[in-house]
């Protein structure tokens, strides 16, 4: 029985490629079908294909077969559970989480929770301005930003991240995942994820544990 069947890239409205991992027969392997239920949608004799001619916005419960020279199927793997785009999605360009114009003291595409965010001049790892964060003894300070992403395709986001001289918790969490730095030197975090069908990056940070204390801000660009 095949193991390992998995994405192997992004679907499109039409194509699902899968990949999946060698099987072994006492007579020998003579090729593999790929099933959605008790559909046969392929029959091949490698360990990857693109599957086509699907519907758009259709869900598709995938299992792949192994069978040998004699005519023997094994049992079906695993079921991987893949979507297929919407009608005339393609994959989204790079760079979709914007800035907000931290240059020209925009937070454009940003929402944040009232008072807690704004650009400032400094505290910068690359041109002059950068996103400040300011939470007080009572308010976390939250800056978010939705993106639109195509399931099953593979992002990365980067951000240079920078704790307050409390050291305040900086987190920065993509789709559930966080990513965690705190300090006052710079550094640059990055995280890959498969996305769903919409995936939220969130940026915040947290008061110190000394309430009476003010909190510093913290810098993100």
């Not at 899968?18 to 593999?32: H, L, M």
């Not at 790892?125 to 992403?149: F, I, K, R, W």
């Not at 300090?183 to 994820?193: I, R």
Request: aromatic share 6%; proline share 4%.
């Amino acid at each position: 029985m095949p193991t390992g069947l998995a994405l192997n890239g992004s679907a499109t409205s039409t194509t699902i490629p899968v990949t999946w991992a060698a099987s072994t027969d006492a007579v020998g392997v003579a090729g593999y079908r790929i099933y959605t239920g008790t559909t046969k949608l392929a029959d091949v004799t490698g360990t990857s294909t693109t599957l086509t001619g699907l519907t758009p916005s259709t869900a598709y419960p995938l299992t792949v077969t192994a069978y040998d020279a004699a005519g023997n199927e094994s049992a079906k793997s695993a079921v991987l559970n893949a979507t297929t785009a919407a009608s005339g999605t393609t994959p989204p360009a790079s760079n979709l989480v914007t800035d907000g114009g931290f240059e020209s003291g925009g937070l454009a595409s940003w929402s944040c929770v009232t008072g807690t965010g704004a650009v400032v001049t400094g505290h910068a790892q690359t041109g002059n301005d950068s996103l400040a964060l300011t939470p007080t003894s009572t308010v976390t300070a939250e800056c978010t930003q939705n993106v639109t992403v195509v399931a099953g395709k593979s992002y990365t986001v980067s951000a240079a991240l920078a704790g307050g001289t409390n050291s305040i918790a900086l987190t920065l969490k993509i789709n559930g995942s966080t990513v965690n730095s705190s300090g006052s030197a710079y550094a640059t975090k990055s995280f890959t994820f498969t996305a769903a069908t919409s995936g939220q990056i969130q940026l915040s940070s947290l008061p110190t544990s000394n309430k009476a204390e003010p909190a510093t801000s913290t810098t993100f660009l």
